[in-house]
């Protein structure tokens, strides 16, 4: 590195020997240690350049990219590891982790796959071509393009191609989300959520690694890794703004309070939970307070039940798949959503939250249900999904 010595050289090289290891190149043969160390470091600089917001600095470290975009996010912290480097002459190829934390929101870090092209100068350094998402890998927001950032009491809202004042319309909506959310849940959750309002739908499946096809029609997702870790993860609520444009106000809502739930749940969500479940209860509280009827609320299923086509079973997970048929998807929402509310109508809300905490408790979904419904509910698989099938009739007949 220009301007270091020797002596600095040997102590970088020795910081990342550990990583060697798993540095090898395309072509199986083991990269030079002094280029592995060399580019840790140069990404290191790049990583306090962007929590510093100093352009100058991060100008330094190669091209531009979406330093420019990102300079509204209240970032707290910033890091990359390097996993695999590839030379070839003055050309190289590399892999890295990207983990970074939005100040005030997230509790642990946003970790994303980057692939990175470098060039090693003629003055011996190293500098970064272009810094973006590895293939299959989500983009960040300011991959998309400049973001605008607007805060709510309980929101953070970051937008690429939005107004301030659609954006402001989304943070309204998530602060009154998040206190629907807790009286419904508790407050054993961070209380404030960050989302995601993205150009167009592609935007939105670029944010989410899959394709736009998948989305179509889906007004907003959450993301987040479930398991019932001891921190909570960073969610981000991601909107597809084209079918969120066509809701109503009272649709807006209960799908920002539907996904909000979503994020207050997730840490007791695992891989235990079924679908009919998560869905359900995220759709129970979204509806909590609206005065919405049964039938008012499922209409797809309040068709199958006057035609005689009372569901035989739960919703399985394979019926939520988003490319399904639209009208089998919406039915399995309705029916995970009624029999949310049949648990509060019948056993109590505080009977509810204890069951779905109950379930996700568990780390497989072998008997998870079942021994949920024995020790809160006391009942059993066959006459929960009778008492459900007969309260869709009474709801819906």
Request: proline fraction near 4%; charged fraction near 20%; include cysteine.
């Amino acid at each position: 590195m220009a301007g270091r010595g020797r002596g600095s050289r040997t102590a970088a090289v020795a910081l990342v020997a550990p990583l060697l290891a798993a540095l090898v190149s395309c072509a199986g043969q083991r990269t030079d240690n002094a280029d592995t160390a060399e580019v840790q470091l140069l990404l290191d600089r790049r990583a306090t350049a962007v929590l510093a917001g100093d352009e100058g600095a991060f100008l330094a470290t190669g091209a531009p990219t979406w330093f420019a975009n990102a300079r509204a996010v209240p970032l707290a912290a910033w890091s990359y590891r390097l996993t695999s480097l590839h030379s070839s002459g003055a050309r190289a190829t590399a892999d890295a982790e990207l983990r970074y934390r939005v100040r005030g929101y997230d509790s642990a870090p946003v970790s994303v796959h980057r692939a990175l092209t470098l060039t090693h100068e003629s003055d011996g350094t190293w500098s970064v071509d272009a810094d973006k998402p590895a293939a299959k890998a989500p983009q960040l927001p300011w991959d998309q393009g400049r973001v605008s950032v607007v805060r709510g009491t309980h929101s953070l809202v970051l937008g690429v191609g939005q107004s301030t004042v659609t954006l402001r319309s989304y943070a309204r909506l998530a602060d009154r989300a998040v206190p629907a959310v807790t009286a419904a849940w508790g407050d054993d959750w961070a209380r404030h959520v960050v989302v995601l309002v993205p150009r167009t739908l592609e935007g939105m499946a670029g944010l989410l690694g899959s394709p736009a096809a998948s989305y179509r029609g889906i007004a907003a997702v959450t993301t987040g890794e479930v398991g019932g870790a001891g921190k909570a993860p960073a969610d981000r609520i991601i909107v597809n703004p084209q079918a969120y444009a066509g809701l109503g106000d009272l649709g807006k809502q209960v799908v920002l309070t539907h996904e909000t739930t979503h994020v207050a749940s997730r840490a007791h969500t695992s891989a235990a939970t079924p679908l009919w479940l998560s869905e359900g209860y995220a759709d129970w509280v979204g509806y909590r307070d609206t005065g919405r009827t049964a039938r008012q609320a499922a209409p797809e299923l309040e068709r199958a039940v006057d035609e005689g086509n009372v569901p035989s079973a739960l919703p399985t997970d394979a019926d939520f798949g988003f490319g399904s048929d639209a009208t089998k998807l919406a039915q399995a929402y309705e029916g995970g959503w009624l029999a949310c509310r049949m648990i509060a109508d019948g056993w109590g809300e505080e009977k509810l939250g204890r069951f779905y905490r109950a379930v996700g408790a568990r780390h497989s979904r072998s008997g998870a249900v079942q021994n949920a419904l024995k020790e809160v509910l006391g009942t059993d698989s066959a006459s929960f999904t009778e008492r459900w099938r007969d309260y869709l009739g009474e709801q819906l007949g």
